[in-house]
């Protein structure tokens, strides 16, 4: 028996899929996880991944899937290859049937590159807000450290007191620590996304609702 439109539309907003984050290179490795909406742009997967690496959205990103680049509009970047524009396309439109691979690159500069498998969708929660935060591992670098290089060279000045930049990378790195992520405001920037995602998901379900007859 085939769905009613209301049954498959509801259905297809309420879909999940499980989002392991990991940045590339590192070492022991930097990785998170998510629950996010298959409904939701990679505009906002850019935003989600912003939010629990401790990104600051600062500078230039790039997705790539299947060899097509997803980002910002030609006219708001740098290049000229082709390119599509993130906001425009959903996350379950890139999605393969049971695993999805895709490359994320923040910051042309520094160059922080992250591997994205996507996997495990299905109905989530209709009580639950999404996105989620599940867990990670060690706190993302500090923004503009360099990329990986620069980023175990400013470790490696921290450990060492008698290193010849211990001084200075402990003032520039203030209060970091590579350990420990600070879960609070991940929640709290996801939760901000979830807030508009719910807005736009009440509007849907209202609109296809059944009238009532006279």
């Known amino acids: 028996m085939s769905k009613s439109p209301q049954t498959a539309a509801s259905d297809r907003i309420n879909e999940i899929a499980t989002v392991r984050i990991e940045l590339r290179d590192t070492d022991p490795l930097i990785w998170r996880e998510v ?65 999805t691979m895709i490359d994320y690159i ?9 591997r994205l498998t996507v996997a495990d969708v299905r109905i989530g929660d209709p009580e639950a807000s999404y996105p989620r935060y599940v867990g ?38 203030d209060d970091y620590d590579p350990d420990t992520i600070d879960e609070l405001p991940i929640k709290y920037a996801l939760s901000r996304i979830a807030n508009r995602r719910n807005a736009a998901k009440a509007r849907l379900v209202k609109k296809t609702q059944p009238k009532p007859s006279n």
Not at 44 to 56: C, E
Not at 106 to 114: I, L, N, P, Q, T
Not at 143 to 153: H, K, L, M, S
């Open 35 to 99: 629950e996010v909406p298959t409904s939701i742009t990679l505009k906002v997967l850019h935003d989600v991944i912003q939010a629990v690496m401790g990104w600051f959205d600062y500078h230039l990103w790039e997705f790539t899937v299947n060899k097509q680049r997803y980002g910002l509009p030609m006219d708001e970047d740098w290049g000229t290859e082709p390119r599509k524009e993130a906001a425009k396309v959903r996350l379950r439109e890139v999605l393969k049937p049971r695993k």
């Open 106 to 114: 923040y910051d042309f500069g520094d160059s922080w590159e992250h």
């Open 136 to 173: 990670g591992e060690r706190n993302a670098p500090p923004e503009d450290c360099g990329g990986i290089p620069g980023f175990y060279d400013m470790l490696d000045a921290l450990a060492d007191p008698d290193h010849p930049n211990h001084a200075d990378a402990t003032e520039w790195a």
